[in-house]
């Protein structure tokens, strides 16, 4: 009975010692991972665009540094699915440049595809780089780029410009063209034709995100080329997750100035974003296009443009914008402000408004007065 007893207690105490969490597990016990799903946040097949007009302006395609004389045109010569594409060429004196930009495009991994048809008869080059940098007409450098994609008839060779890295150029039939970003490792990997190109570091050093794609034919007398079908595909969250770029840095203005500047609102999540602005600064006259915004998709950049009408007195001002997830107010964003009013040095002294107005007239005195 003694050693049943004892046995007994032996059994208790191994089982207390092999479960000793029982009845003690807490919240920060628990890793609950964000559900999230691979989705196509952008594609564009041009096929809504009119053929023969140009590309710049529709469906958040600009030009390098917004100047208009770059863009491409909407074309039906070839497609890869009907009826329309992205055609480069040079016409007149300039080249083909096209931009498109994006947002919170920053961490796991993510997949570009784009379809490219090179004629036969092609000049020149035909080329599609990825930016991890770059701001409209802000200073550019090639360390910017992440990958430099080129179809280069000359050599019959599709390569990346940069290192040599090169493949057959297939011509005349549409080619697939992939480009797999992962972040978190900070590699890109290209695939011409499903067959791999090369895996090279995206950054080297620089900033970890996808900042646009750059279709042009790099300022060289190049005959038609053309892109259908992009589309970008990631994981992101499954509820609606609210993000603001931009600051509004207005400088230094005029008393009583109106002044303008935007910044960007996007939902990164599946859910549809319903939001708003709901705290402006107490100094200023505001206006915003829009000030709120219903069942925003996801990945859909909204362009907030901002309006103030200056304070009267001589100061520098600084205040804070608040954009709120309007089903969800734990979920916002701030944009920081700064303004500074300067000095009205309008010349209120009627002989030197004369002066003024007749330069020719007393230079000595001009010079002495500073005029």
């Known amino acids: 009975m003694k050693a049943k007893i004892i046995c007994i207690i032996v059994m208790t105490l191994l089982i207390t010692t092999a479960l000793p969490s ?9 890793t609950v991972k964000p559900i999230s799903t691979s989705t196509v946040v952008w594609s564009d097949n041009f096929d809504s665009y009119t053929a023969g007009n140009p590309l710049n302006g529709q469906g958040g395609w600009d030009t390098w540094d917004l100047d208009p004389q770059l863009t491409c045109y909407v074309s039906d010569n070839y497609s890869h699915s009907p009826s329309n594409s992205m055609e480069l060429n040079y016409k007149g004196y300039y080249w083909t440049d096209m931009v ?27 080329v599609l780089h990825l930016f991890h940098t770059y701001e409209h007409g802000k200073p550019h450098s090639q360390s910017h780029l992440g990958l430099a994609l ?37 590699i890109v990997t290209a695939y011409y034709n499903d067959t791999l190109l090369e895996s090279i ?64 609102v996007q939902n990164q999540g599946i859910s549809l974003l319903d939001w708003e602005i709901n705290e402006t600064p107490e100094w200023g006259e505001w206006s915003f296009e829009p000030n709120e915004g219903t069942d925003l998709g996801p990945y859909e950049p909204v362009t907030v443009n901002v309006q103030v009408v200056a304070p009267n007195e001589k100061d520098t001002f600084t205040g804070k914008l608040k954009i709120v997830n309007s089903e969800n107010p734990d979920d916002y964003e701030i944009i920081n402000i700064k303004l500074s009013t300067s000095r009205d040095r309008t010349i209120q002294n009627p002989f030197l408004n004369w002066l003024h107005s007749h330069p020719n007239m007393f230079p000595i005195l001009r010079q002495l007065l500073g005029l």
């Not at 498109?100 to 035909?126: A, E, K, R």
């Not at 179809?151 to 060779?157: E, L, R, V």
């Not at 750059?214 to 993000?243: K, M, R, V, W």
């Open 201 to 264: 570091s995206w950054s080297s050093g620089g900033e970890k995100k996808l900042a646009c794609i750059n279709p042009n034919n790099e300022a060289i007398i190049s005959s038609d080329s053309y892109f259908d079908d992009f589309s970008l595909e990631g994981e992101i969250g499954t509820e609606s997750d609210l993000h603001c770029y931009g600051e509004l840095d207005f400088g230094k203005v005029k008393p009583g100035a109106t002044v303008e500047d935007n910044f960007i």
């Open 150 to 186: 080129q179809a280069n008839i000359d050599t019959g060779k599709f390569c990346d410009w940069r290192n040599g890295n090169s493949l057959p150029l297939i011509i005349d039939e549409w080619v697939k063209i992939r480009v797999e970003i992962d972040f978190e490792q900070d």
């Open 100 to 126: 498109h930009l994006f947002y919170g495009i920053d961490s796991g991994v993510w997949n570009l595809t784009v379809w490219q048809y090179v004629p036969g008869t092609m000049m020149g080059h035909s």
């Open 22 to 30: 029982v009845g003690t597990m807490t919240n920060k016990d628990i």
